[in-house]
């Protein structure tokens, strides 16, 4: 894997942070540690790059996965502007972690 974060903003900006490309485990993998796992390599490199917070989106009505990012340390700051696919409209909660 190349880069599994992007870091966003300039140092010390309190919008500064790394976001994960992408965040999915195929659903006969899911429930054995994977994503907990994947979170965790996320934030190590977000840190090996200099970053001290690590943001994501959740669509809002995954409630499994905000049940996992909420028990890894992320809190939900805010709802994200809706982001559309073709004909499908998206409604995400931006999540986010001090790291
Ligand atoms: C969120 C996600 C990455 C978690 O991966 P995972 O490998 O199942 O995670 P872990 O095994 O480390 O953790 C399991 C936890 O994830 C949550 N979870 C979400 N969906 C789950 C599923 N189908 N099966 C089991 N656990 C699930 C549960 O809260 C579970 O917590 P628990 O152990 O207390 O029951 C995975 O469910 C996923 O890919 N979801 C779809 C995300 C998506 O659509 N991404 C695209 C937009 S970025």
Same mark, same amino acid.
């Not at 009505?61 to 998206?90: Q, T, V």
């Given at each position: 894997?190349?880069?599994?974060?992007?870091?966003?903003?300039?140092?010390?900006?309190?919008?500064?942070?790394?976001?994960?490309?992408?965040? %999915?485990?195929?659903?006969?993998? +899911?429930? +054995?540690? &994977?994503?907990?796992? &994947? &979170?965790?390599?996320?934030?190590?490199?977000?840190?090996?790059?200099?970053? +001290?917070?690590? %943001?994501?989106?959740?669509?809002?009505?995954?409630?499994?996965?905000?049940?996992?990012?909420?028990?890894?340390?992320?809190? /939900?700051?805010?709802?994200?502007? /809706?982001?559309? /696919?073709?004909?499908?409209?998206?409604?995400?909660?931006?999540?986010?972690?001090?790291?």
């Amino acid at each position: 894997m190349d880069s599994v974060v992007t870091r966003k903003g300039k140092p010390g900006d309190a919008e500064d942070f790394s976001r994960p490309a992408f965040i %999915a485990v195929y659903p006969e993998f +899911r429930g +054995r540690g &994977l994503g907990t796992n &994947l &979170l965790g390599v996320i934030e190590k490199e977000a840190k090996r790059i200099g970053s +001290r917070r690590v %943001a994501l989106d959740v669509e809002i009505s995954d409630e499994g996965a905000i049940k996992l990012y909420k028990r890894l340390g992320y809190d /939900i700051k805010r709802k994200a502007p /809706i982001f559309k /696919i073709k004909d499908k409209n998206f409604e995400l909660f931006n999540m986010s972690k001090n790291i």
